[in-house]
């Protein structure tokens, strides 16, 4: 659907697009006076501008440690997705990431599309890094050196297996952000989070479901969903992470390909539907979570993203096209959510408004159908908990 013809099926996103459009202008200009704090917002808006938008709300005391965060990791998961580097050599890049933080000189040579860019200048980065309080770049640091070491695991391991695996990919990958914005957050005294909201005292991967945690897993699990195609068609080699547990129960030959021959439209959507029920069962403990949030910069560049996840999961679930092209919301439904997402009132309804789109698809034939059902249930009942109007 064209942009004409989505405001003319929906001109209520009208206004927020154009608050959007104004954002992302504001955006694009608002950098730091600093080279090299400057480049990082640069690579940040390329990335993401929407993400980019909602990173230029927050307060002003803990806006360049989470810009420099986000941009350390983007660089991380550059090394992990290409898959032009032997694995031997990307493994120790992954493994001794964290160290270059400090060391201005550092470079890497990579192939995959901008980011190119990002690892020849990495000086800037490292630069911006060290301009960090203290507190900030060791939090930095060791969320990098912990997602390193994770991410080599999964290098080595090349593919996975069980659910289990997949929770533990998604905790190095994304549960880890969860945790390092958590700890920035409380390090900017902007929150005050219990410790019990972000992880064990004691690390270990294969963690029950910490809020913090959860929050990072949702969103990962959403997106290795939506880009099924993307990745299975990336070159010089797919680079996959749907679990054999699930996958396996639905591919006609036992191949993770199978899905995008459309003869196995059938067997591709049950499995789909699986792996979307897998992902809602985070949803309510990552409303536990906003709910706990304070500071009203924090809690939107929180809610926002889980917004956008759980909209994206009621547009996939049921869906075929995510087996032939991209699946995304409308820039439109975006723009709105960026816009509208204030407080826990908002998130509880827009969760609770995706849930049931989600919900409507369902079909009774379905293998995960009662499963997924209980789960939309259990997402309706935490919206109820945690902030969604009486009206309801």
């Given at each position: 659907?064209?942009?004409?013809?989505?405001?003319?099926?929906?001109?209520?996103?009208?206004?927020?697009?154009?608050?959007?459009?104004?954002?992302?202008?504001?955006?694009?200009?608002?950098?730091?006076?600093?080279?090299?704090?400057?480049?990082?917002?640069?690579?940040?808006?390329?990335?993401?501008?929407?993400?980019?938008?909602?990173?230029?709300?927050?307060?002003?005391?803990?806006?360049?440690?989470?810009?420099?965060?986000?941009?350390?990791?983007?660089?991380?998961?550059?090394?992990?997705?290409?898959?032009?580097?032997?694995?031997?050599?990307?493994?120790?890049?992954?493994?001794?990431?964290?160290?270059?933080?400090?060391?201005?000189?550092?470079?890497?040579?990579?192939?995959?599309?901008?980011?190119?860019?990002?690892?020849?200048?990495?000086?800037?980065?490292?630069?911006?890094?060290?301009?960090?309080?203290?507190?900030?770049?060791?939090?930095?640091?060791?969320?990098?050196?912990?997602?390193?070491?994770?991410?080599?695991?999964?290098?080595?391991?090349?593919?996975?297996?069980?659910?289990?695996?997949?929770?533990?990919?998604?905790?190095?990958?994304?549960?880890?952000?969860?945790?390092?914005?958590?700890?920035?957050?409380?390090?900017?005294?902007?929150?005050?989070?219990?410790?019990?909201?972000?992880?064990?005292?004691?690390?270990?991967?294969?963690?029950?479901?910490?809020?913090?945690?959860?929050?990072?897993?949702?969103?990962?699990?959403?997106?290795?969903?939506?880009?099924?195609l993307e990745?299975?068609?990336?070159?010089?080699?797919?680079?996959?992470?749907?679990?054999?547990?699930?996958?396996?129960?639905?591919?006609?030959?036992?191949?993770?390909?199978?899905?995008?021959?459309?003869?196995?439209?059938?067997?591709?959507?049950?499995?789909?539907?699986?792996?979307?029920?897998?992902?809602?069962?985070?949803?309510?403990?990552?409303?536990?979570?906003?709910?706990?949030?304070?500071?009203?910069?924090?809690f939107r560049?929180?809610?926002?993203?889980?917004?956008?996840?759980?909209?994206?999961?009621?547009?996939?679930?049921?869906?075929?096209?995510?087996?032939?092209?991209?699946?995304?919301?409308?820039?439109?439904?975006?723009?709105?959510?960026?816009?509208?997402?204030?407080?826990?009132?908002?998130?509880?309804?827009?969760?609770?408004?995706?849930?049931?789109?989600?919900?409507?698809?369902?079909?009774?034939?379905?293998?995960?159908?009662?499963?997924?059902a209980e789960?939309?249930?259990?997402?309706?009942?935490?919206?109820?908990?945690?902030?969604?109007?009486?009206?309801?």
């Amino acid at each position: 659907m064209g942009m004409v013809e989505a405001l003319i099926r929906h001109p209520g996103e009208l206004p927020a697009l154009l608050q959007m459009k104004l954002a992302a202008a504001r955006a694009a200009h608002a950098f730091p006076a600093d080279p090299h704090m400057a480049y990082c917002y640069r690579i940040l808006l390329l990335v993401s501008r929407s993400f980019a938008v909602v990173v230029q709300h927050l307060n002003q005391e803990i806006r360049d440690a989470v810009c420099i965060f986000y941009v350390v990791l983007r660089a991380l998961d550059t090394v992990e997705d290409d898959m032009s580097i032997p694995v031997e050599t990307k493994t120790t890049v992954l493994e001794e990431f964290y160290k270059h933080l400090e060391d201005p000189s550092w470079r890497f040579v990579c192939k995959w599309n901008f980011y190119i860019v990002l690892m020849k200048n990495f000086n800037h980065l490292s630069l911006a890094f060290l301009q960090l309080s203290k507190e900030y770049q060791c939090v930095i640091s060791d969320i990098t050196k912990r997602m390193g070491y994770g991410m080599a695991e999964f290098i080595r391991k090349e593919v996975v297996v069980t659910v289990s695996d997949y929770d533990k990919y998604c905790y190095y990958v994304a549960g880890l952000v969860g945790v390092g914005l958590s700890h920035l957050f409380n390090s900017s005294r902007l929150e005050d989070l219990d410790q019990r909201l972000i992880e064990p005292d004691n690390d270990q991967s294969l963690v029950p479901e910490y809020p913090a945690i959860s929050m990072g897993r949702f969103l990962q699990k959403v997106n290795i969903i939506r880009d099924y195609l993307e990745d299975i068609n990336e070159l010089p080699a797919p680079r996959m992470f749907w679990p054999r547990e699930i996958w396996g129960k639905y591919a006609p030959t036992s191949l993770l390909s199978d899905f995008r021959d459309e003869s196995n439209e059938k067997e591709a959507v049950e499995c789909l539907n699986d792996m979307i029920t897998d992902c809602l069962r985070h949803a309510p403990e990552c409303l536990f979570y906003m709910s706990k949030l304070k500071n009203p910069s924090v809690f939107r560049f929180c809610a926002v993203p889980q917004v956008m996840a759980i909209a994206t999961a009621a547009v996939c679930y049921n869906n075929p096209q995510v087996f032939r092209g991209v699946v995304k919301i409308r820039r439109g439904t975006t723009a709105k959510i960026i816009v509208t997402t204030n407080n826990m009132a908002d998130v509880c309804g827009a969760f609770y408004d995706f849930a049931s789109i989600l919900a409507s698809k369902i079909n009774k034939n379905d293998p995960s159908a009662l499963i997924a059902a209980e789960r939309v249930e259990n997402i309706f009942k935490a919206c109820r908990q945690y902030g969604l109007s009486s009206s309801r």
